[in-house]
């Protein structure tokens, strides 16, 4: 009994954790490494067939993520934050099966950390919507903007991908991550307000 319910927790994770597997091999730092990720996605194909819909999509998502968060991080742009302090408060009280004993809840609020959960879980919402379609076997093309805009990007990440990996293997020799560059970038963002639709056009020299 407790073999089989080991069984499905580590099939579950391997499900969660698929996702994963495209921009750790994209990004892995030598091909030895590159080699032992395409044998963990071969034994999962082998293990528990091919891929869902909605792990394709969010491997997609999760590709654009990592290549996202490899260009900003070079020019020395704060890491996403870490969740604040967080207070557990258990029920006593019986519960329906596989329900959490406890609340959580978070004495001290972050504004940044709100913000950017805020930004994930919209992101999370039009993932959903990609799945919905796809599923259903709908062009993204043909959907409200926003799908067709997340639509178009999943479309072209290998441009994404080559880009964000310039970025990170010469970072440190064209000063991006150290040095003059990184500060005018830095003082260049600090000007700049996130909220306004013309801040990203700002930032690329646009009119």
């Known amino acids: 009994m407790l073999r089989e319910q080991r069984s499905e927790l580590h099939k579950a994770h391997a499900v969660d954790a698929y996702p994963l597997i495209d921009i750790c091999e994209f990004f892995a730092p030598n091909r030895k490494v590159a080699k032992d990720i395409q044998r963990i996605r071969r034994d999962y194909h082998r293990l528990l067939g091919e891929p869902t819909v909605e792990q394709r999509a969010m491997s997609k998502f999760a590709f654009l993520k990592g290549c996202l968060y490899k260009m900003t991080s070079a020019v020395g742009q704060q890491p996403p934050p870490a969740p604040p302090f967080r207070r557990y408060e258990y029920d006593r009280e019986p519960r329906e099966q596989n ?73 440190d020799d064209v000063g991006l991550a150290k040095g ?25 020299g646009g009119s």
Do not use: C, Q
């Not at 259903?136 to 964000?164: K, Q, S």
């Not at 003059?180 to 690329?204: M, Q, Y």
């Open 99 to 171: 329900k959490m004993p406890y609340v959580v809840s978070y004495p001290h609020d972050d504004p940044r950390y709100e913000r950017e959960k805020g930004v994930y879980d919209n992101e999370m919402k039009l993932v959903d919507r990609v799945v919905e379609l796809l599923a259903r076997g709908e062009a993204l093309d043909r959907a409200e903007p926003a799908v067709r805009e997340i639509g178009e990007v999943f479309e072209d990440l290998g441009t994404l991908g080559r880009l964000a990996k310039l970025v990170d293997e010469l970072g």
């Open 180 to 204: 003059w560059l990184r500060s005018e970038v830095l003082k260049k963002l600090e000007g700049i307000d996130p909220t306004s639709d013309a801040s990203s056009e700002d930032f690329l």
